[in-house]
């Protein structure tokens, strides 16, 4: 019996859950690019603690190994998102996304 | 030569592909040999197949190209029937065909459409072998709708000219009128008998009892197909009309060969209208009434063309004539003989017209004797076979005709008697206008009067030699002779020889009606010679005052005019109707309404693209939870 299952899961669940929310709100709600792109960032760990707690309280490490798909992908998808940034900040001068409105009919 | 029986219709094809697509670049003299060349050899394979089936005592053959059709139950190979039937139209189609290319070489030889009247020619010949090789009723369909086909294109050769195109069109449609009766025959006796092929249908049909309805429903509906084909009462007014294609067309196709594809549909189903009495009655009436009564209208045209045009659907009548009157051999007779005389005059009226710088009214020839002698020796030899005359052609099958008339009803044999005096009369009405006294034209056509090119005059003359020497083939037992186209044609016809009374004349009686009707025809003629030569009458001039009953029968019973007014114009009122209310209202305000809706859609819809990122973000996100919402559900 580890130190860990001492708390009941539902306070993973509903941490987990309060963070993705504040990303969710983030994306939503904040101009600059760069507090989108934490934002999802915090999203993306919300979910790896739900994994994590799961495989912990299940004892299937299959929870685990996805985690860990999932630091790559949120890795690569950083480098890709802040380089697309820095050409928008280039073009821009600016990194409030309500000036990127021109594709419009 | 057995093996070599696929050739024969395909050799025509082949000469209609290489023509109809290279033909303008190669030389008329080539494109004239090769056209020639693919009837000549498909005659000489028939000629061959002739003999072999002689030698093997005339067994029918069938031979199986190759699986056509196989559906389900529905199993119909792609096969040729060689019998004495065929046989005999076989050598009438490429024997007569090859001439009448011959001919065209010459009588086409200055037109610019050359290459392409023959490619239509030999697709012609090709689809009529089909009609007359074929082992089952479907390929006897496709060709019969390749012939109506290859008519429609050469009817209207020059078809820069709008009336020859509505005639090619009037031919095509009646035509197609009695398309629609055989198509139901046909699918009538696929039902009956559960097939369609020549051998099963005529095998099962032994097993059944005369006159019985569905063989009365049968029979009169592939009788409707020949009426449309065969240019009997009331589909024939495209014939006459169908003289405004070139004269061999007018030769080949409305003489000799596809006129002829009805009686040997009959002849071929001899069988199944053997067990239908009725429709045989309703043949034989249809028969005698139509050749007397386009003979009437041919005692007062003044078309050369036009005069050989009811002449021809007067000689079809007689064929169906001797159909409806059981005697089937006859009717094949009459096609041998008719194709010979009827493509020899209308080769010599193409002769004729030739000379006479395109010419063809007959009140302005005359005296051409003299111009024109081999013409004017094979038209006469063509019109005394016409007439009946004996030796020559005519008098053996026509006379024939007329004795089983007799002998099934009195009253029939005077009728044909008298259409028979009506042909000799305005055969010879032609003949003396056209080839004797002066001449009656301008000075430029007398000047261009000249004899046809040996390419026309040699057929001229095979077929005036045909028409001498073609009636020996049946010659009766009363005169002495052994009937060798009965001969030879007795196995097709074995089953309805056993089932229909066997008209039986005493040898006197039959000497008397031909003597009698000797007689009569050389009266009419000399007639016609006193009239027409000694007293010099002429046929009135447009304008001039005729009798009501002439104008009446020079309009041709106005008959054109009823059809135009009862059938033509109301359907064309309907169509008109039917375009501007239904076409133009309703489905075009459908299909334009669809186009509305989606431009007004995309004109609305695409205010959402505001470009604004926040709300598209946003978007997704109530997407989503949507998503897993309905997922849950």
Avoid at chain 2, 3 to 12: C, E, G, K, M, Y
Avoid at chain 2, 427 to 442: K, V
Wanted: glycine content about 8%.
């Amino acid at each position: 019996m580890s130190a860990v299952q001492l708390v009941p899961i539902n306070w993973y669940i509903l941490l987990s859950a309060v963070l993705f929310t504040i990303g969710v709100l983030g994306v939503l709600f904040r101009r600059n690019a760069i507090i989108i792109f934490m934002c999802i960032e915090i999203m993306l760990n919300a979910v790896n603690l739900l994994l994590v707690a799961f495989s912990s309280y299940l004892s299937d490490g299959a929870g685990q190994v996805f985690v860990f798909f999932i630091m790559a992908v949120a890795a690569a998808e950083v480098a890709v998102g802040l380089a697309i940034l820095i050409m928008i900040y280039r073009n821009n001068h600016s990194t409030d996304i309500n000036v990127l409105n021109k594709l419009k009919w | 030569m057995i093996n070599l029986v696929w050739l024969i219709p395909v050799l025509p094809l082949i000469g209609f592909l290489i023509i109809g697509l290279y033909g303008k670049k190669l030389s008329k003299n080539l494109v004239g040999v090769i056209a020639c060349g693919t009837v000549l050899a498909a005659f000489i394979i028939s000629a061959g197949l002739f003999f072999e089936s002689l030698a093997a005592g005339a067994k029918p053959v069938t031979i199986n190209l190759f699986s056509w059709i196989y559906a389900g139950n529905l199993n119909i190979p792609f096969s040729f029937l060689i019998d004495p039937l065929s046989i005999v139209f076989l050598l009438i189609i490429t024997g007569v065909g090859f001439l009448i290319h011959l001919y065209s070489i010459g009588y086409m030889h200055d037109d610019e459409g050359f290459s392409r009247f023959f490619a239509y020619l030999n697709l012609f010949i090709f689809f009529m072998l089909l009609l007359v090789m074929g082992s089952n009723y479907l390929i006897m369909f496709v060709g019969w709708e390749g012939v109506g086909l290859c008519s429609y294109l050469l009817i209207g050769f020059w078809f820069k000219n709008t009336a020859y195109n509505n005639a090619a069109r009037k031919a095509f449609v009646m035509n197609r009128i009695g398309d629609l009766g055989f198509l139901l025959g046909i699918i009538l006796i696929y039902i009956t008998f559960g097939s369609i092929s020549y051998s099963e249908v005529f095998h099962s049909a032994r097993g059944f009892a005369s006159d019985q309805s569905v063989m009365t429903v049968i029979t009169l509906l592939l009788f409707v197909g020949a009426i449309g084909k065969s240019a009997q009462i009331p589909l024939y007014t495209w014939l006459p009309d169908a003289m405004a294609g070139p004269t061999p067309v007018s030769a080949l196709i409305h003489a000799a060969t596809m006129v002829t594809a009805g009686i040997y549909m009959i002849a071929r189903s001899n069988i199944l209208f053997t067990l239908a009495p009725f429709t045989m009655e309703v043949v034989a009436c249809v028969g005698i009434v139509t050749a007397l009564f386009a003979a009437t209208i041919g005692l007062a045209q003044n078309d050369i063309k036009k005069v050989l045009a009811y002449s021809t659907v007067s000689q079809l009548g007689y064929m169906f004539l001797a159909l409806g009157l059981g005697y089937f051999t006859g009717a094949v007779f009459h096609v041998a003989t008719h194709a010979f005389f009827k493509a020899l005059l209308f080769l010599g009226a193409g002769s004729v017209i030739h000379a006479m710088s395109g010419e063809q009214d007959i009140r302005r020839m005359g005296g051409l004797k003299k111009a024109l002698p081999i013409t004017f020796f094979t038209f006469a030899v063509g019109t005394l076979a016409i007439s009946g005359i004996p030796p020559f052609a005519g008098f053996f099958s026509k006379d024939e005709i007329l004795a089983h008339a007799f002998a099934a009803s009195p009253l029939l044999w005077f009728l044909g008697l008298l259409g028979s005096v009506m042909t000799a009369f305005y055969m010879f009405r032609l003949f003396y206008l056209t080839f004797f006294r002066d001449f009656r034209g301008t000075e430029k056509q007398k000047h261009h009067l000249h004899e046809s090119p040996k390419t026309m005059t040699i057929p001229l003359m095979v077929l005036a030699g045909l028409s001498v020497v073609g009636g020996f083939m049946g010659v009766p037992e009363s005169l002495g002779g052994g009937h060798a186209l009965k001969a030879f044609l007795a196995p097709v016809f074995a089953d309805s020889e056993m089932r229909s009374l066997p008209t039986e004349l005493s040898a006197g009686t039959e000497y008397g009606l031909m003597a009698f009707a000797v007689i009569i025809l050389v009266s009419v003629i000399l007639f016609a010679r006193n009239l027409y030569l000694n007293r010099a009458q002429l046929p009135a001039e447009e304008g001039e005052e005729i009798t009501p009953l002439h104008k009446v029968v020079y309009n041709k019973y106005y008959v054109d005019e009823i059809y135009e007014n009862v059938i033509t114009k109301p359907i064309n009122w309907i169509s008109e109707q039917v375009y501007k209310v239904i076409d133009l209202r309703i489905v075009d305000s459908l299909v334009n309404f669809v186009g509305k809706t989606v431009n007004w859609s995309s004109a609305t819809l695409r205010y959402i693209q505001a470009g604004n990122i926040g709300f598209y973000i946003f978007a997704m996100v109530l997407s989503i939870i949507l998503i897993l919402f309905l997922k849950s559900l």
